[in-house]
């Protein structure tokens, strides 16, 4: 928050897709809860594109963080439901099979609450025709199976950073140091 060039990478920021699917891939940070197909997450991630792009977007950022609604319900309006796609895009690792979110786990499936699964694993998934490319769990680790590539290897914890070529699905790594916290000032920090 501090860069010269904030509001240009801010910008930049703001005008990203939370989902992109192209030949039976569709790439998304952390997870797609069960009750949507591919082409309900592109709807629904598009519904909050349209509002971090618009010159408003500043009364939904400041309404986007939070733990609730905790469940998708198409009937969720406004910054709820808003915010209900993006934790589920961003945050989830976890969910039942009723789309119940649980946002507060880290670990690996190992250490699955009781009453949920991992996100892909969930039976009946409606995306599961589709080969999901995720990130966001430095825990599960890379995985690839069919159905699923989940890249984020924990590079930023010394781990490796992964790619995987789509068209062989070769697997690249390289990796990598751990990254030091950043220190904030004593004003900032919590």
Known sequence: MEAPDRTELLDWLRSRRLAYLKDGYLLVHAGLLPQWSGADALRLAGEVEAVLASPDFGW??????????????????????????????????????????????????ERTPEGFLPWFDVPARRTSGLTVICGHWSTLGFVQRPGLIALDSGCVWGGCLTAVRLEDRKVFQVS??????PTLPKSRSR
């Open 60 to 109: 939904f950022v400041s309404r986007m963080y939070g733990d609730h609604p905790d469940r998708w319900d198409d009937a969720l309006e406004g910054a709820g439901r808003l915010r209900a796609i993006v934790n589920a895009m961003t945050r989830m690792r976890f969910c039942n099979q009723q789309g119940l979110m649980e946002l507060h786990e880290k670990g690996g499936p």
């Open 176 to 181: 990598c140091e751990p990254q030091a916290a």
